[in-house]
């Protein structure tokens, strides 16, 4: 597969970005979200869809600990 131009690029990006939204403003309810998935995943490479899906995951998870703190698990003492 040949790397996307810098016009595919930029639907892809503009596609992620209306997903990422519709997700935020509907609390990652993605039965309202299909079509914009629809459209992300035909806009995107499925390696570039892999990706960001990881990092949208990874960005919620520090996003989450920034604001409810980290607490570590208790230590489970050596048999």
Do not use: I
């Not at 040949?2 to 992620?16: E, I, L, T, V, Y």
């Not at 997903?19 to 499925?46: F, G, I």
Request: with cysteine.
């Amino acid at each position: 597969m040949s790397a996307p131009n810098a016009k595919q690029r930029q639907a892809c990006w503009g596609a992620r970005d209306e997903l990422w939204k519709c997700l935020d403003l509907n609390l990652d309810n993605t039965a309202v979200c299909e079509e914009y998935h629809r459209v992300y995943k035909a806009s995107c490479p499925a390696q570039w869809v892999k990706h960001f899906d990881k990092r949208r995951d990874f960005l919620k998870y520090k996003e989450k600990l920034e604001k409810e703190g980290f607490e570590p698990a208790e230590r489970v003492p050596k048999l």
